[in-house]
């Protein structure tokens, strides 16, 4: 089975997938006391330091490790943040300038539109082709993927240098040239790669630092979600709600430690994004750096922020919120996947997300001259603190209210709706028409665009929706008896709805709306908006990023099994193939066949094959499972092969191997393939001997289990192969994540096992 992402490099490529192993192994472990003196003495750590002593070290290296991820990723959010902000300040106050000068006669008519047009146009098509041609993995969010990630399932590019380039000049250009995107998943994306990369044995190698090369997988994963929890927190100055989405939405493995972690790389990510205005300790931070959403409680407004019955109207936002995330994720996944806008070739690709920007650029300018509306400029406070409006083709002293949504920075955008009030008896800042065209055309434009060939987040996008329509409802209330309405309350339980709507987030989404309001009092108001939003959408269709990830292949594993695999065996979940399997004495040759045959094969069973006499039968006795990157390190040292001629000398008079010098491979090689061509036949006839690194203990479950039972300890431990055996301790088929997969989707393939007595 292969992975087909959303934008290959061209339109038949497949990436292979790898399963990681979780459950950590040194093979340096012999198996007998006899083996010890050869392996790790006991009692001692890493380099021959005492095992207290290494622990220690391997701690502090953890932390350190953490704390450099959280520096990085904070600066690589203030460089996106502020370059961003550049670009997108200098476009719009262009394009005002030469409407101005359009009206005033100084210029040629046009020249506002033309220029919008080929701004936008050159900086997503550069986007879009960087993504494209050169970082595929780029494309989307990279939310599905880190998720993913996590779970368990693994492709190199999705954690390459090469993809966090594209991610990070990307959503750079696909923002400031105006499309419905926003760069908070992508940051969270780009986060993981940096934590990836400080884990990965290239950079432990370049600092030459022995004990980092014992990371293991499960160090790395924890890493990684460090890395993801630090970008939420550097995207929205929420470190708290960075964690819970890092462990809702990311980790599928908790524990203490990695909480502690998570929060302290967030917590550091938070403090240097804060800290990045000031030149001193005395100075006040400024946070134009942090995506916050501004106080919503405002000195000027003598009104509550709701009143009870109002919790009432929430849940039915909510609900509303529900229905439409389902909407958005439906056109989406029709858009990418039915309509095959992702088999495209790549010049198509291309032109697609030029495309959709041309529309969107010609039809939110024109749209905002025909259909907005003129408004006085108003003078209160509220107005001049948070206000950023804007004049169009107005006259002088007026602002067009539906250019001052399409045509300013999504920033400003989102505080507008967030914060403009309706002062009575003076007509609404932004009409309900306005309003209306807005947020449906702001809607289609990211379900067509989000997930395309190009980096973009669909997270600042949701929230500006949900508050179009949630002021809405609140503006209709307001024109009726209900004057008391704060329409600021009902944009932001919109914003939560809509976003929860197409996401799912509960938890975590609650806090990070809080820490970027600044407000706790709309706690209830939020929970009690997202709970229905989630409901709701699940009856009627998947999140967005589980459509993701199902539409493309990828064998993640939920939290529990499928109902129906209560009532089903072990059995039925369970694979005899024999290429799942090695002897403890195996040759070169069906060694380098089984790793080049199954690529994305992260361990193997190793059997012993022995003539039972009483039965008449030969039995696979389980001897226990050796991972990939062991067997590459021996395919690579000769001094480990045994020649043909000399096959049976390699054992001693106790029956055990003759293990006088054992291959440390402990630390794995940088990749995990070994080039045949380089092999004589001789090399291929030769044996190696591999019960000496095997994992004696393996994950194993008897053949009386049920399916449910599998996939729970399959996940739980974040297995790559569990063994099957029988009562005698015969290995009888393993069970893999494809097949856990199969089953959750309900396909199974079902192997005969009638006759197989256990």
Request: charged residues 15%; aromatic residues 10%; neutral net charge.
């Amino acid at each position: 089975m292969s992975y087909r992402p959303l934008a290959p490099s061209s339109g038949n490529d497949a990436i292979p997938y790898k399963c990681v192993e979780f459950v950590s192994y040194s093979p340096r472990y012999a198996k007998s006391d006899s083996h010890l003196q050869h392996g790790r003495l006991p009692g001692t750590g890493v380099c021959g330091i005492p095992a207290s002593s290494a622990n220690k070290i391997m701690s502090f290296a953890k932390w350190l490790l953490t704390l450099i991820v959280g520096i990085a990723i904070a600066q690589i959010a203030v460089f996106i943040a502020s370059t961003t902000s550049r670009l997108v300040k200098w476009k719009f106050d262009s394009l005002q300038k030469l409407l101005a000068d359009e009206i005033r006669g100084d210029t040629m008519a046009g020249s506002g539109i033309l220029f919008l047009i080929g701004f936008n146009i050159v900086l997503v098509g550069v986007a879009s082709t960087i993504t494209t041609y050169w970082a595929p993995s780029s494309a989307g969010s990279g939310i599905p993927e880190i998720k993913s990630t996590l779970n368990g399932v693994q492709v190199k590019a999705w954690l390459s240098a090469r993809t966090l380039f594209g991610k990070v000049v990307g959503i750079i250009l696909s923002v400031s040239g105006g499309l419905p995107v926003g760069k908070e998943g992508p940051m969270i994306h780009s986060g993981a790669i940096i934590a990836a990369f400080f884990s990965s044995r290239r950079a432990i190698r370049c600092w030459n630092w022995r004990p980092m090369s014992f990371l293991k997988e499960n160090d790395v994963r924890d890493l990684v979600t460090c890395g993801a929890a630090a970008g939420v927190a550097a995207a929205f100055g929420a470190p708290i709600g960075g964690v819970l989405f890092a462990l809702e939405e990311g980790a599928s493995f908790l524990s203490p430690k990695l909480i502690w972690r998570a929060f302290f790389c967030a917590m550091v990510a938070t403090f240097v994004v804060f800290g990045s205005s000031i030149s001193s300790f005395s100075e006040m931070a400024n946070k134009s750096f942090l995506f916050a959403f501004g106080k919503m409680d405002d000195p000027e407004v003598d009104t509550a922020s709701y009143l009870p019955w109002e919790l009432l109207v929430f849940v039915v936002i909510g609900s509303t919120g529900g229905v439409i995330g389902a909407i958005f994720t439906q056109i989406n996944k029709y858009v990418l996947f039915r309509a095959n806008v992702s088999k495209l070739p790549r010049y198509g690709k291309v032109l697609y997300v030029i495309g959709i920007s041309l529309v969107l650029s010609v039809t939110w300018f024109f749209l905002s001259g025909a259909v907005g509306t003129c408004r006085v400029l108003p003078t209160a406070v509220a107005f001049n603190d948070k206000a950023h409006l804007v004049r169009h083709t107005c006259p002088l002293g007026q602002y067009n209210d539906l250019a001052s949504l399409f045509l300013t920075p999504p920033e400003s955008t989102l505080k507008n709706l967030l914060h403009l009030p309706n002062p009575v008896g003076v007509p609404p800042t932004f009409t309900i028409t306005s309003l209306v065209v807005f947020g449906t055309l702001y809607f289609l434009g990211t379900a067509f665009v989000f997930g395309a060939s190009i980096t973009s987040g669909v997270f600042v996008p949701s929230i500006i929706v949900g508050a179009a329509f949630g002021r809405i409802a609140g503006q209709w209330l307001h024109a009726g008896d209900m004057d008391f309405i704060n329409i600021s309350t009902y944009a932001l339980v919109g914003a939560a709805a809509v976003l929860g709507g197409v996401t799912r987030m509960t938890i975590s989404l609650t806090i990070i709306l809080l820490e970027a309001t600044g407000d706790l009092q709309f706690a209830l108001p939020l929970m009690m908006t997202l709970m229905p939003a989630r409901w709701i959408g699940n009856l009627l269709s998947p999140g967005l990023y589980e459509a993701h990830i199902r539409c493309r292949g990828i064998p993640f594993l939920d939290w529990g099994p499928p109902p129906s695999a209560e009532h089903m065996s072990v059995l039925q979940v369970t694979t005899s193939d024999m290429a799942y399997c090695l002897g403890k004495r195996e040759r070169v040759g069906s060694i380098v066949a089984a790793l080049a045959q199954r690529p994305h094969q992260t361990s193997w069973a190793v059997v012993d094959r022995r003539y039972d006499a009483q039965l008449g039968v030969y039995e696979n006795l389980l001897e226990g499972t050796i991972q990939r990157h062991v067997l590459v390190s021996l395919l690579r040292h000769k001094s480990t092969w045994t020649p043909f001629h000399a096959r049976n000398a390699t054992e001693s008079e106790s029956g055990l191997p003759d293990d006088s010098d054992v291959l440390d491979v402990e630390a794995a090689p940088d990749d995990d393939d070994v080039d045949a061509s380089l092999m004589s036949t001789a090399d291929m006839d030769c044996f190696v001997n591999l019960e000496l690194y095997v994992n004696p203990s393996p994950t194993q479950i008897n053949v009386e289990a049920s399916a449910a039972q599998a996939y729970r300890q399959f996940r739980a431990l974040g297995l790559s192969l569990m063994c099957v055996v029988s009562k005698r301790g015969e290995l009888v088929g393993v069970v893999t994540r494809t097949q856990l997969h199969s089953l959750a989707l309900g396909v199974i393939v079902t192997d005969n096992w009638a006759d197989h007595d256990s």
